[in-house]
């Protein structure tokens, strides 16, 4: 049997209204017109077969029909807001929100998220993908990003949010067995380097805190670490690479290390957004990336 009941539109326009004093308020604060306003509280008035408010000067002024009926709705708009907050707020505690590189996120995350969710059954990880590892991430996916986890030292070697370091990040040259190099004391030459096309100076970088200079003929791009790595395998060029995002390749051989590796110990981070208290579930995400990092051997 259906329920007896005004309009839920008509309740809103009556509660604002008699909280307000005035139609105007209400109607700014609703989004709705004068009129339309106007409108709902003269239908639900006519539902009511009487009056429920009272002019007073330029507003309104609930009569003891009115008042009784205010104190109703106000307790039911209570209670629904109560609910409604307890179960947005349980479900955001109940899930938490990265954003990341696409390579991280293929390379290294979701193949280690099963061991999350065993630990922690009741949490769910979103994923916002950013097209490089830069500071730019957060600003990217806004606020409702829990965290964002930023690697790329050599193109920003500073961090300038609030952070918590995870782990180091290495970055060194690598390329397929038998792809020409050679190399010549502190240098090296091979006919092409393999780059990503979003994180600027990263060659300039890794040349000048290593002291390595490199010889190259031609260059080729791609818009993703992976991409670049991949391109290694197929021995297209040298790349300049984070070590963890070749480390099955390198394990297996379809690529050789041609440089030492620059360490920045503590360069992988997870910047917090100051805008989002951390829930406990990124909370915890948190502690199992600091574990995960730990145990990580690279």
């Known amino acids: 049997m259906p329920r007896n009941l005004p309009l839920l539109s008509y309740l809103r326009a009556f509660e604002a209204t008699a909280r307000l004093g005035s139609v105007t308020r209400a109607a700014d604060e609703l989004g709705r017109t004068h009129a339309a306003i106007s409108r709902q509280l003269q239908l639900l008035q006519d539902q009511f077969d009487a009056p429920l408010f009272d002019k007073a000067g ?20 209570d209670l629904l807001e ?42 769910r990880v979103e994923l916002s993908m950013s097209s490089t590892a830069r500071d730019s991430g957060m600003s990217r996916a806004r606020d409702g990003v829990d965290m964002t986890l930023s690697w790329d030292r050599l193109s920003r070697p500073v961090v300038q949010r609030h952070f918590v370091p995870l782990g180091p990040v290495s ?88 440089s030492e590796f620059l360490t920045f110990n503590d360069g992988f981070v997870a910047m917090m957004n100051p805008a989002r208290p951390l829930s406990p579930a990124a909370t915890a995400f948190l502690n199992w990336l600091k574990a995960a990092f730990s145990e990580e051997q690279i």
Request: with cysteine; charged share 20%; proline share 4%.
């Open 82 to 123: 109560e609910c409604y907050h307890e179960l947005k707020t349980g479900r955001s505690e109940a899930s938490v929100h990265i954003a990341c590189s696409a390579t991280f996120a293929m390379a290294w995350l979701v193949p280690r998220l099963g061991e999350f969710y065993r630990l922690r059954p009741g949490c």
């Open 171 to 258: 970055f060194g040259l690598v390329s397929a067995p038998d792809y020409p190099f050679r190399s010549e004391g502190n240098g090296s030459s091979f006919p092409v380097r393999i780059s990503h096309g979003h994180m600027d100076g990263q060659w300039t970088n890794w040349q000048a805190a290593t002291g390595h200079e490199i010889s190259a003929s031609d260059e080729l791009c791609f818009p993703h670490v992976h991409l670049c790595v991949s391109a290694a395998v197929a021995g297209l060029g040298v790349a300049l690479v984070e070590r963890r995002f070749a480390l099955k390749e390198l394990q297996s051989g379809k690529l050789v290390q041609r």
């Open 58 to 77: 330029t507003g309104l002024r609930l009569n003891e029909d009115g008042a009784t009926f205010y104190a109703t709705v106000t307790r039911a708009f």
